[in-house]
């Protein structure tokens, strides 16, 4: 089977089994179109984050910092929305971030300093600058523009959303029967026709652009092998320094968008630390992805959609344990199945299955035993996520060969 | 070539430190002029002589982040970025307060009841960590950032599910008052505003303990080789993995003491008073102080200083103490560069040494 199809094939039940768990616990809004929506909007500034990691990790340059430049793209969004436009605010979100990247590749490439302690380092002064440059110009602000706080800076101007008109009502109506499998597929047309946002469109262009830049370029392979073998870059004469400065300057621009998204379309307006852990979720996404642009999707969307679940009833979460249950126990039969094939089973391919098969049971007793999940809990779901996939498929996690290591000009023997 | 090296050495322990400090300021002061306020006021504020009651505060606060600090410092000995002290003294604070309000054992008991069990708790959360690293091959680095969201998260639930409500908020039932810790004068101060944390005396311990284990112990050696060379530890029979997690194991156990000092000598209980955030603070004294108990302590003393001292700037001078977290991130981040910077002088300044002995000897050789 090729790539593309088993790939269809795993779409495709995906949305069969979420149809199926969806009429069997009548939690409609596990995937309504308001859901969707709300995860789409959550999925896109992480999204923005892990993209911008991965543009940073592929040239070896590891980025921490994320959170701080996404902290920055958020007040220079709100601050040139609000002397001119929501276009030249997302400008300025890219401009704020570029800054903060600027910081941690100069710390990181030319003065060669432990990559982890120039990103935790940039998350201080971001965090610290952002406060006190929201209180020193946004206090006082209060106009047609916006109205601001010590904190905050709400009532800006919204980037442009788009909406189909004759698809998106026959979508919405179709999604509102609840008809197994055909209402699902409806929900999805539907928040991909009504005002979807400009700027979500942009976020999923840059994930195209980025995938064939650093795939199927001259630039983009050039920049990877910074990432994977810098001496031998030089000595083939790569600028291994200038990929790595371009990178990291992108990497701190995507995060920054990243930031804007959070100020202008996510939520009402700014305010202090809204960032609030994304960038680090950004960064989990991308090691969760596997540093490839297919797999940094499904990780940011799966983060969205636990991210969005803080503004949904308990009885949706509830019948989500259901589905996790279900997916365990998938998995735990194809590593069954590849296992049996391989002819090797290995011990920690064993505990795996195992590991994989409790958690499929404990999940469905939880969804058997109890009516309600507590909301906390949903908010912990990526972190627990994260962890579980880093000490469970590690081994199959590749990153790129030199990441994290400091290089210095000329060090090619 | 002795001189290079002493120079060298001033350059790192002294030198390094102010230019970074120099520096920041600098930075702070364009921020505050770019933000239209007035530098000399900032300065005014910052550098009044503390008064007894603000000396104390910062006294106490030196007495936590050196406690943060150490936490980071025992790991990165190792080569180990616990960057999840955050998660491990949040936990483990919550964990003491609940003991200790639980009043399982009469007065002084029952201090150390809480804070074995806050120690075990931090140790236990950072172990998490260190397991899933020797295991699994999982980067601390994200283990640890994970942990600490699920630990905050974590601490939030069970106060909202079995905390005392108080106020608007939740909190942990308040410690007995046999186990309250009156704060000491040490002399000095005037104990009528709360004085110095009794238990900010646990800092110079964990000072000295930090000292004679790296020092002097068979077990801080092999954490100190293995940190500075890993392969050559390895072929000296140094067992890493069991050491990546004792190093996290106490890590995690001096992180769960941060707090504690708060606790008993004011707080009385794990809620609003909870001062969040040492964690993260606790690695840039680290690194500032260069892992040093020594270090640290200034490096502690600074971030104090500077984080009580802002607290006037917002009534006197319209200027948001957030300023001063630019001051810290900034000192943090030129202080590792210029440590970087002097140690390629240091090296270039060696290779030219050995370069021109050598060529000395060679000439020697022919002549």
């Known amino acids: 089977m090729s790539k ?12 069969v089994s979420i149809a199926a768990v969806r009429v069997l616990t009548g939690a409609h809004e596990i995937d309504s179109p308001g859901s969707l929506r709300a995860a789409l909007v959550a999925t896109c500034p992480i999204l923005l984050a892990a993209l911008g990691g991965l543009w940073s990790e592929r040239a070896g340059v590891v980025n921490i910092g994320l959170e701080g430049q996404m902290l920055f793209g958020t007040w220079g969004a709100a601050f040139f ?43 201080l002064i971001a965090l610290g600058a952002t406060t006190f440059l929201a209180e020193a110009f946004f206090a006082d602000l209060d106009s047609e523009a916006g109205k601001g706080g010590a904190q905050q800076l709400t009532g800006l101007a919204k980037p442009a959303s788009i909406t189909i008109p004759g698809i998106s009502d026959a979508a919405n109506d179709i999604a509102d029967k609840h008809w197994f499998v055909i209402s699902d597929v409806a929900s999805v047309v539907a928040v991909l026709t009504t005002r979807i946002s400009v700027v979500t469109i942009l976020v999923f262009i840059l994930l195209v652009v980025t995938a064939l830049v650093l795939w199927r370029t001259r630039f983009g392979l050039r920049l990877r092998s910074c990432g994977e073998n810098p001496q031998a870059a030089e000595s083939v004469g790569v600028a291994v320094m200038r990929h790595k400065y371009i990178a990291v300057l992108i990497s701190g621009g995507l995060a920054g968008l990243g930031g804007g998204y959070l100020a202008l379309v996510s939520s009402p307006g700014f305010h202090t630390n809204q960032t609030n852990g994304r960038g680090y979720i950004g960064l989990a996404a991308m090691i969760f992805g596997n540093w490839r642009p297919g797999g940094i999707l499904v990780g940011s969307g799966m983060f969205g959609y636990t991210d969005s679940l803080r503004l949904r009833d308990p009885g949706t979460i509830h019948a989500l344990l259901l589905l996790v249950a279900f997916w ?86 | 070539m002795r001189t290079t090296a002493l120079l060298r050495k001033i350059a790192q322990v002294v030198v390094a430190p102010l230019i970074a400090l120099a520096i920041a300021l600098a930075v702070t002061s364009l921020v505050v002029v770019l933000a239209g306020n007035s530098v000399s006021v900032f300065f005014e504020v910052m550098l009044t002589p503390p008064s007894q009651r603000i000396w104390v505060n910062i006294v106490n606060q030196t007495a936590m982040l050196f406690l943060a600090g150490m936490a980071a410092a025992i790991a990165f000995r190792m080569n180990l970025f616990n960057i999840g002290i955050e998660g491990q003294y949040t936990l483990a604070s919550y964990s003491g307060a609940l003991v200790a309000g639980m009043a399982l054992f009469p007065g002084t008991l029952n201090i150390l009841a809480a804070l074995v069990v806050a120690m075990a708790v931090g140790a236990a959360w950072a172990a998490i960590a260190g397991i899933l690293k020797v295991t699994r091959g999982v980067s601390e680095v994200i283990s640890t950032i994970m942990l600490n969201s699920i630990a905050i998260t974590l601490v939030g639930w069970l106060l909202n599910t079995y905390g005392d409500q108080y106020g608007q908020g939740r909190r942990t039932t308040p410690i007995p008052e046999s186990s309250q810790l009156l704060g000491l004068s040490l002399g000095v101060f005037d104990t009528t505003t709360g004085g110095v944390f009794a238990l900010s005396s646990l800092a110079l311990i964990v000072g000295i303990v930090f000292a004679l284990v790296i020092n002097r112990s068979r077990f801080g050696f092999d954490l100190r080789a293995t940190g500075g060379n890993e392969a050559a530890a390895v072929a000296s029979g140094v067992q890493v993995k069991r050491m990546i997690v004792i190093a996290m194991l106490m890590s995690g156990g001096v992180a769960g003491l941060i707090w ?16 969040s955030g040492l964690g993260f603070t606790g690695l840039a004294v680290a690194l500032l102080g260069r892992n040093r108990p020594l270090g640290v302590a200034f490096g502690a003393l600074l971030f104090a200083w500077l984080s009580v001292q802002a607290n006037p700037l917002g ?8 300023v001063v977290q630019i001051t810290q991130g900034v000192v943090v981040l030129v202080v590792v560069v210029v440590y970087e910077v002097v140690r390629r002088w240091g090296a270039a300044a060696e290779q030219r040494a050995l370069r021109s002995t050598l060529d000395g000897a060679t000439a020697g050789g022919q002549a």
């Open chain 1, 328 to 413: 365990l126990m998938v998995f735990a039969v194809w590593r069954i199945v590849v296992a049996t094939r391989t002819a090797n089973a290995a011990r920690t391919d064993r505990a795996t299955i195992v590991a994989l098969a409790v958690g499929s049971v404990g999940f469905f007793a939880w969804w058997a035993l109890t009516d309600s999940v507590p909301r906390d809990f949903t908010s912990m779901t990526p972190y627990v996520a994260t962890l579980f996939v880093l000490a469970f498929a590690s081994q199959r996690l590749r990153m790129p060969a030199a990441d994290g290591q400091v290089y210095r000009k000329g060090s090619a023997g």
């Open chain 2, 315 to 322: 009534l006197k001078a319209d200027i948001s103490p957030s």
């Open chain 1, 4 to 15: 593309g199809s088993r790939l269809l094939l795993l779409g495709v039940s995906v949305l």
């Open chain 2, 260 to 275: 504690m000092p708060d606790l008993f000598g004011g707080a009385d209980y794990y809620g609003t008073p909870f001062q």
């Open chain 1, 81 to 123: 929305t609000y002397y001119y436009d929501p276009y030249i605010g997302l400008l300025g979100a890219i401009l704020c971030g570029v800054f903060g990247g600027l910081i941690h590749a100069v710390a990181t490439v030319t003065f060669g300093v432990d990559h982890i302690v120039s990103g935790v380092a940039l998350n």
